[in-house]
């Protein structure tokens, strides 16, 4: 999930298409999978205030990463 969130920097993801990339060859999807796994990141971010992971209402996630000296 962090990869495809670096592959695409400010750029909003949508919940299906996360949800497809991480888990569709998996089996099945559990509906809250997505929340907790974002949850878990964001908690692992915390540390970096130049990179926050932002839920965008109704559409998806988008990793937002400030530039140095911003």
């Given amino acids: 999930m962090l990869s495809l969130f670096i592959e695409n920097p400010n750029k909003i993801i949508k919940r299906e298409e996360l949800s497809k990339k991480v888990w569709e060859d998996h089996g099945v999807f559990v509906g809250r999978s997505l929340d907790t ?12 205030e130049s990179i926050k992971l932002t839920n965008v209402h109704g559409i998806g996630y988008m990793l937002e990463i400030k530039a140095n000296g911003s």
């Fill in 37 to 48: 796994y974002i949850s878990k990141l964001r908690k692992k971010l915390s540390e970096d």
